[in-house]
């Protein structure tokens, strides 16, 4: 295994903290304070985890930077009380740029004792199939 350093646990629990506020927020019709609160911790706790220059570099690559702008400027308008458009805007952007990474993420909640059994049930696993592009599984 390799050691988690404590900004990094700390990384985790911002990040965490971030994506339950931008739940409320959601939850409570798009509360505008919450929305830019979890979006500022969501964004500290994964500078905290990967580090400030790996952060900015995910960010900011070339084959990103539609992604990255349309993240950024849901976060803009959020600030500036646009709140639905402005999470329409940043989902788009969040699943443009983090989209690499739900086949593992998937796969990783698959294996959880209780959820993997309720996502493996056949109408939710072709969903997440879909989404994970993972053309791979067999059905039995």
Known sequence: MFEISDAQKFGVGLAGFGISFIFVGILLFFDRSL?????????AGLTCVIGPQRTFRFFFQRHKIKAAISFFGGITLIMLRWAFVGMILEIYGFFLLFSGFFPVVVNFLRRVPILGTFLNLPGLSMILDKLAGDSSRTRV
């Open 35 to 43: 929305l830019a609160l979890g979006n500022l911790l969501f964004i």
